[in-house]
């Protein structure tokens, strides 16, 4: 059997370090807020460093005495070593993308001259660091592909440092450009240097605003940063975003101009050989607008502007008073997920309940054609440009390894490009979609996997994962800890709440501000729907999600402790108070609202996990993770939860918080601490939902 006939029996309850309390208390609005582990915010301080490591002694001690650990790990790393590959992408005639063989903690990136040619490697990011944690996470190439701009950030940190390589000689230039976060690079096509956005150098402003003040520069090769030319910056406006890009044809240097996360947007543009003021072709705001393509003054913009799924419109550079904006292609049932043009057609990619399904149009916007997709999946990646008759895509799902697959247009021919050689069978398992009705009425989808034959006698353990904010979809994906959890009798449950993009925007707002306690309702409810119809109950449902879904998992954590026999709490957002004054969490106001504003304050404080701690509660099984320098969601939101659930739990089930070294929130994580952070988080659950691993 993969589960012991009856669950573990609970431990005694566990002496947890010692969490000291401040008398911190802050008035918000007349309402008076204590804050007693306001100290744990100093993550330099001598006695959050001495919590940080008696916590880490506690977890890992209790982690290293689950006997099933060794052996999680050994068929995780067994899972995750197989080759895995980007979608290539062609510049100058050559096809760049990267390989990881299986168990390289940092991909490679590859060229090849030719589709069949022999393969070459640009740049080996393992050769950057003993430990794997410098990543590759930026890259542009040159218009003849013989120039790499590439960002490089370290220990997982959003920042990056941009280097810049000659393809050919394998040589970098000299200088290196710092202060870059979430930096576009945009080379001129006569390859002599590129724009790029970065934020002041700490020092030049106040500490507080070294997220804020994003500038455009251009540089010129072999010259240092201090000789870099301010293009453009926006003063009186301190909390501007702006990505430059160069159109394909090389005329127009274009600006996307974003505030925090708020997916409403502008567009600034000017010619490339220009030094006069940018044109603020989109400046109201009103609507998120995604350049697509142009034909030399007429661009094409995907945009929900009086279209919440989604069409494809054009505007005039000559002519851009809006009554002269075309629309190429109308609103659909369907949601646009994205759109390009490649073969000198539109091809763009519709979400149809939460997966994706892929359309090419005419220039006209008249429809050609709907492309085959393997299954009921997502499309992960694409490559292509206008000129090109080929493009690239993969595709995933849920028991669909990541594959590549060429399209030829002049064929018609889609095949398979390269295949994924993974060790995991996905024939005795199937993916269903249910749809099941939330506190409100509101009908919400929901992905089901799971073994075939699958009995639903509500002894099944439930791995319930979600998200439910800023406009991201789940739509299917393919996962190794995934799979583990499928070989040993686990199903696997995504509902794709409220606050997400799968349904448009109108399906983002019903999740945000004062509506984000539908978010909540909806994960409740699909909690409860697996309860009732037999696929679990409440002491074998564990719930999962990460950040956003951190948040998402510490909230309904703490309204119905009653209903989870486990919690995973990964790099979460929870107090919801204070988050914005944290490196880059004022980006997310948009949806979350401003807690210094009287109205958003009450719906805030109504659901921030943080302050709807009850003492005396018995809390389930809670694994709370972080890392040390996640520099996006700061450590202080989960170490303060793990102290608070830690001093209220009434319990005997353990409330765990481990925290990551050299570590950010997510983004190039090496392999190895990937598969170690995996084996921890299901060996948590294995023990508490007294699992045994399948043939063991």
């Known amino acids: 059997m993969l589960l012991g006939s009856v669950l573990a029996l609970p431990a005694q309850p566990l002496q947890y370090p010692h969490s000291k309390k401040a008398e911190v208390i802050d008035d918000y609005h007349g309402v008076r807020v204590a804050d007693p582990y306001r100290w744990l915010e100093d993550a330099d301080a001598e006695d959050t460093q001495a919590w940080v490591a008696a916590q880490n002694q506690l977890t890992f001690s209790y982690?290293?005495?689950?006997?099933?650990?060794?052996?999680?790990?050994?068929?995780?790393?067994?899972?995750?070593?197989?080759?895995?590959?980007?979608?290539?992408?062609?510049?100058?005639?050559?096809?760049?993308?990267?390989?990881?063989?299986?168990?390289?903690?940092?991909?490679?990136?590859?060229?090849?001259?030719?589709?069949?040619?022999?393969?070459?490697?640009?740049?080996?990011?393992?050769?950057?660091?003993?430990?794997?944690?410098?990543?590759?996470?930026?890259?542009?190439?040159?218009?003849?592909?013989?120039?790499?701009?590439?960002?490089?950030s370290s220990r997982g940190s959003d920042w990056q440092e941009i280097k810049i390589r000659n393809v050919d000689t394998g040589a970098d230039f000299e200088e290196t450009l710092k202060w870059c976060r979430f930096a576009g690079i945009a080379w001129r096509h006569d390859q002599q240097g590129f724009y790029y956005n970065r934020f002041p150098e700490p020092g030049t402003v106040a500490k507080a605003d070294e997220n804020n003040f994003n500038r455009v520069y251009y540089h010129r090769l072999g010259t240092p940063q201090t000789q870099d030319q301010l293009v453009f910056e926006r003063p009186d406006f301190k909390e501007l975003g702006f990505i430059p890009f160069i159109t394909d044809d090389g005329k127009y240097l274009v600006l996307y101009v974003y505030h925090g996360t708020d997916p409403k947007n502008r567009i600034y543009y000017r010619a490339v050989d220009s030094d006069g003021p940018f044109v603020r072709l989109l400046e109201e705001a009103d609507a998120s607008y995604t350049p697509i393509d142009n034909d030399g003054t007429i661009f094409y913009f995907q945009t929900d502007l009086q279209a919440p799924r989604g069409r494809v419109i054009a505007i005039d550079l000559e002519q851009p008073a809006r009554e002269h904006w075309r629309e190429i292609i109308p609103e659909q049932p369907e949601v646009i997920s994205f759109a390009t043009m490649v073969n000198n057609q539109f091809v763009v990619a519709y979400m149809r309940d939460a997966h994706h399904v892929l359309k090419v149009y005419g220039r006209d916007g008249g429809f050609v054609r709907e492309l085959p997709l393997p299954t009921i999946g997502s499309i992960s990646g694409l490559s292509g440009r206008r000129q090109d008759s080929e493009m690239f895509l993969q595709f995933t799902s849920f028991l669909f390894p990541a594959t590549i697959y060429r399209y030829d247009f002049t064929t018609d021919r889609m095949a398979e490009f390269r295949g994924a050689a993974i060790k995991f069978d996905p024939t005795p398992y199937e993916t269903q979609q249910i749809f099941y009705t939330s506190q409100d009425g509101t009908r919400v989808p929901m992905f089901l996997t799971h073994k075939r034959g699958l009995a639903r006698n509500g002894e099944n353990p439930v791995l319930l994962y979600g998200y439910g904010g800023f406009n991201v979809s789940l739509t299917p994906w393919f996962s190794v800890s995934n799979a583990l959890w499928l070989e040993n009798g686990g199903v696997l449950a995504v509902p794709n709440l409220r606050g997400g993009g799968e349904?448009?925007?109108?399906?983002?707002?019903?999740?945000?501000?004062?509506?984000?306690?539908?978010?909540?309702?909806?994960?409740?409810?699909?909690?409860?729907?697996?309860?009732?119809?037999?696929?679990?109950?409440?002491?074998?449902?564990?719930?999962?999600?990460?950040?956003?879904?951190?948040?998402?998992?510490?909230?309904?954590?703490?309204?119905?402790?009653?209903?989870?026999?486990?919690?995973?709490?990964?790099?979460?957002?929870?107090?919801?108070?204070?988050?914005?004054k944290f490196t880059v969490g004022r980006y997310w106001i948009s949806d979350y609202g401003d807690p210094d504003k009287p109205e958003d304050f009450k719906f805030l404080y109504a659901y921030s996990p943080l302050h709807r701690v009850q003492p005396g509660v018995a809390y389930p099984p809670t694994l709370i993770t972080t890392a040390d320098t996640d520099d996006r969601v700061v450590p202080a939101h989960a170490k303060k939860f793990a102290a608070t659930l830690q001093a209220a739990q009434a319990g005997p089930h353990p409330i765990l918080i481990r925290i990551e070294t050299k570590a950010g929130h997510g983004g190039g994580k090496p392999t190895t601490k990937m598969i170690e952070e995996s084996a921890d988080l299901y060996a948590f659950l294995f023990k508490t939902f007294g699992m045994t691993m399948a043939g063991k």
């Open 503 to 580: 349904y448009g925007e109108e399906w983002h707002q019903a999740g945000t501000l004062a509506r984000k306690q539908n978010v909540f309702d909806d994960f409740i409810a699909a909690a409860e729907w697996l309860c009732a119809n037999g696929y679990t109950n409440p002491r074998k449902l564990a719930i999962s999600g990460g950040s956003n879904g951190g948040l998402l998992v510490a909230a309904c954590l703490v309204q119905r402790p009653e209903l989870f026999g486990a919690a995973l709490c990964q790099v979460p957002v929870i107090d919801m108070l204070r988050y914005h």
């Open 63 to 152: 982690l290293e005495k689950i006997s099933s650990r060794a052996a999680i790990k050994q068929r995780l790393t067994a899972l995750w070593n197989y080759p895995r590959y980007s979608v290539p992408v062609r510049e100058g005639g050559r096809y760049f993308y990267t390989k990881n063989d299986g168990l390289q903690n940092q991909a490679v990136l590859y060229l090849q001259e030719e589709l069949d040619g022999a393969a070459r490697v640009v740049l080996d990011p393992n050769q950057l660091s003993a430990d794997g944690t410098v990543a590759l996470t930026n890259q542009a190439y040159s218009k003849d592909g013989r120039l790499l701009a590439y960002g490089l």
